[in-house]
């Protein structure tokens, strides 16, 4: 890494309007940050006097419990604010909320948010760093991160490599966020699903579209195999979840029939036995549990980065010391 | 009371007449007395020096929202009515989708008698098709008639059931108002919240297609044909729903339509970072389909420009995009926008301005005004086509400043708008 890497500006709201070198600094910052967590003990002073809110206006468990390891191995203050409801119902609008941390000076605003949109909406409107950690169906840009960088990992490039993602594609913003990201890092990405969930209109973003898993099956190199949401039979998107996994679940006798051997990804919670077979989940080349390992580096690297550090530093700061 | 006024030695141009010189124009107790070269003054007459200045018939805004009853923290009839009379026009029709909705009589003879009351623009009130919009069942719409509704319309909830909508074409034929419809195949659009295309799929936000709308107006259309029925359609935003109407009318089908200034001059792309403030239904689309709204709007397919004039309060706006209601407010920046973008940009010249904004809205809605013959009612709008100014929603008269256009530099802004011979604005 240069010593001109860019810095992220204030927020990670998404990948989308990241270049190729602010990727790559984030990418090779995690790096360092990996080795922490192998420690004894796995705290670092990094972000010593910060403090972090994790703003949950949405129901999750690993990526909240995933920033809330990452800002506390940073030696970060942390609080968790969890909300099921949307702010709306909840009475508060999203800009009182947004006024509300301002008053309290915290430093950075993890926010998980229904609304496309929501990152963008409280980063415009605070003077803390805001992170995405899911916006509606627009980005998930940490989840589209450590995809890449366990992609990256397992590959050594990314430089060609061939990505799809199989499932419910358009209502998901960890699609968005690693179409953005790997289209810019040099891979080929396609999307693969039924047509009513993978419509023909994300040729736009410049992926390729399969209706048939095995014609994705054929033409990758890595899998990232996204939930199916048991609400979107309900809506009507496809008629049941047997049907579903018959058609486009990943299982190993279709893998059997892949040129060559294809990487397993999946952003989790799975359901097994629908978008993804337990013997493809568990197998040789799924690196689902690397992905969880690799969203807390991922994690630091960008709270790092965000609260002023640079990415030529990142190995000294681990031994101590701030992030300038 | 209205006074005796006369405007000297503005460019009058009046289609209505196919006039277009300068001359001056005489008002006495109401109406129009006198329009030529040279008109002496009268005693006790107001003399406007209209030099410079463009006179035309008054504008006309057949689509606003006042919101009232029921959402006076957004518009009420009379700052609506003010709001109007600040950007050139001299009447509207205000929609019925109020809380509770216009849907009979008595609520027709508020909103007229407010509109009275306002003593700015005028205010017509136009009625529900159906009992409290729900698409069953008719509304009292003859009675509605009779207390002064100029048209029918569920405009904000589409009538879905075609049925329904035969039979309001049918029956309103014998009061002759038009049907006016917001044509939004609900089905299809549900959940969306901008044109689905490349940005929304972008932006990660439902979209509404093309064919939503696309699919009711030519149902009604088809309708309008087999009832004999008048069809007013509104807003329309799409490429396909221009070249139907277009085909209609050939065919001598009873069809008017509008075209909005914010789908005659912006795209989708507006809407890029979440701009809750160019949300709207239907939503703004592609440069394809704003291409096909302006050459409809040249050829005269969409025979009528409307603001669609949506206020919304500020608090409700400022939300994440899909929390955020839908709609922008117009009367105050219309004018200035069509003659900078529209007129300026050489789609359409003045003389056919003033027939999309004044002569063919009061011709589709049966209204009085639209011409500046004698004995017409004396409602002029005197603008400057040459003040430059910039769009600042501080300095509105609508209780509301939702719109997209803030900071924008225009060309041409209202000078004088006169109601019933009395000067209602001035700048």
Not at chain 2, 103 to 129: K, L, M, Q, T
Not at chain 2, 276 to 282: D, H, S, Y
Not at chain 2, 374 to 395: I, K, L, M, Q, Y
Request: proline letters at 6%; a negative charge.
């Amino acid at each position: 890494m240069s010593e001109t890497a860019p810095s992220l500006g204030k927020d990670l709201v998404g990948l989308e309007s990241l270049g190729r070198e602010e990727l790559t600094a984030i990418l090779d910052t995690a790096e360092p940050f990996k080795e922490i967590s192998e420690r004894r003990i796995k705290k670092v002073p990094v972000l010593r006097g910060k403090t972090i809110v994790n703003l949950f206006f949405e129901p999750s468990t690993r990526t909240r419990i995933s920033f809330e390891f990452a800002e506390k191995r940073l030696s970060a203050d942390t609080v968790n604010i969890s909300s099921t409801g949307s702010s709306v119902t909840k009475g508060e609008t999203l800009v009182d909320t947004a006024r509300n941390l301002e008053a309290m000076r915290i430093d950075m605003v993890v926010m998980r948010h229904g609304a496309s949109g929501a990152a963008r909406f409280l980063a415009d409107r605070i003077p803390s760093n805001v992170v995405n950690a899911g916006d509606g169906r627009h980005e998930h840009p940490t989840q589209g991160l450590l995809d890449i960088l366990t992609i990256r990992d397992n590959l050594g490039t990314l430089e060609g490599v061939k990505v799809c993602i199989v499932g419910d594609v358009v209502h998901s913003r960890v699609a968005r966020s690693n179409i953005y990201g790997l289209l810019t890092l040099g891979a080929e990405v396609a999307v693969c699903g039924p047509p009513t969930l993978v419509p023909g209109s994300f040729r736009e973003l410049g992926v390729e579209v399969f209706q048939h898993v095995e014609d994705a099956i054929q033409w990758a190199d890595v899998l990232n195999i996204l939930r199916l949401q048991l609400e979107r039979m309900e809506a009507g998107y496809v008629p049941s979840l047997r049907e579903y996994n018959r058609i486009w679940g990943v299982s190993t006798e279709r893998l059997e029939k892949a040129p060559h051997d294809l990487l397993i990804l999946h952003p989790g919670p799975m359901n097994r036995g629908v978008e993804i077979d337990s013997d493809v989940a568990d197998g040789e080349h799924s690196v689902i549990l690397d992905q969880v390992t690799n969203g807390v580096a991922v994690r630091m690297a960008v709270l790092y980065l965000l609260a002023g550090g640079r990415p030529e530093k990142a190995e000294a700061a681990k031994k101590g010391g701030g992030p300038s | 009371m209205s006074e005796t006024l006369l405007l000297t030695g503005g460019r009058v141009v009046d289609p209505s007449q196919e006039l277009d010189g300068v001359r001056d124009v005489l008002l006495v107790d109401g109406e129009v007395a006198r329009v030529a070269p040279s008109v002496q003054a009268p005693e006790h007459a107001r003399v406007l020096d209209c030099d410079g200045l463009v006179v035309t018939p008054g504008l006309i805004d057949v689509h606003v929202h006042l919101r009232e009853p029921g959402e006076e923290h957004k518009e009420t009839i009379a700052s609506g009515a003010r709001a109007a009379a600040a950007g050139g026009f001299t009447a509207v029709c205000a929609m019925p989708n109020t809380e509770p909705p216009i849907d009979n009589p008595a609520a027709v003879g508020f909103v007229a008698a407010e509109g009275r009351r306002a003593g700015a623009a005028r205010v017509y009130p136009v009625g529900c098709i159906s009992v409290d919009r729900a698409g069953k069942r008719l509304a009292l719409i003859g009675e509605m008639v009779e207390a002064g509704a100029v048209a029918v319309t569920d405009d904000g909830n589409p009538v879905m059931n075609s049925g329904l909508m035969k039979l309001a074409l049918q029956y309103t034929q014998a009061f002759g108002i038009p049907v006016a419809d917001h044509p939004e195949d609900l089905t299809l659009s549900a959940g969306g919240h901008m044109n689905a295309g490349i940005v929304s799929t972008r932006l990660g936000l439902p979209g509404k297609p093309n064919a939503a709308e696309d699919i009711h107006i030519v149902r009604d259309l088809l309708l309008a044909e087999t009832t004999g029925g008048h069809i007013h359609l509104q807003h329309v935003s799409t490429r396909f729903g221009v070249e139907s109407i277009r085909q209609a009318k050939a065919r001598g089908v009873r069809v008017t339509a509008e075209a909005s200034p914010h789908h005659l001059i912006l795209t989708e792309e507006a809407v890029e970072g979440y701009r809750t403030e160019a949300k709207m239904n239907p939503p703004l689309r592609t440069a394809e389909d704003r291409e096909a709204v302006r050459a409809g709007v040249a050829d005269g397919t969409l025979d009528t420009i409307a603001t669609d004039h949506a206020p919304h309060h500020y608090d409700e706006k400022e939300a994440a995009f899909t929390d955020a209601p839908n709609g922008i407010v117009g009367l105050e920046t219309a004018l200035g926008l069509i003659l900078t973008h529209v007129v300026g940009e050489g789609i359409l010249d003045l003389p056919t301005m003033v027939e999309r904004m004044s002569c063919q809205p009061a011709r589709a809605f049966h209204l009085p005004g639209g011409t500046l013959a004698e004995g017409a009612p004396a409602d002029v709008t005197v603008f400057d086509p040459v003040a430059r100014w910039t769009v600042d929603s501080n300095a509105f008269r609508s209780r509301s400043h939702n719109q997209p256009f803030e900071g924008w530099e225009l060309t041409g802004r209202p000078s004088y708008t006169v109601v019933g011979g009395r000067v209602v604005w001035e700048r």
